[in-house]
């Protein structure tokens, strides 16, 4: 099994140009979960969520 996913987003914004510098607080925009093992293949979260476990 492998899950990937972070607790924030900044990819999103990389340079402020405001105040001419790289952009390096967390944002609040949605950041991607994935959960990868063959016993789920074919199935989503929105399935009913037997496989989080």
């Avoid at 987003?9 to 105040?19: S, W």
């Avoid at 994935?34 to 969520?49: I, V």
Wanted: proline residues 8%; negative net charge.
């Amino acid at each position: 099994v492998m899950m990937i996913t972070a607790d924030h987003g900044n990819a999103d914004i990389m340079y402020d140009d405001t105040i001419r510098e790289p952009h390096t607080a967390h944002t609040l925009n949605p950041v991607p979960f994935l959960l990868l093992a063959e016993k789920f293949r074919g199935t989503a979260l929105r399935d009913g969520g037997p496989c989080v476990t």
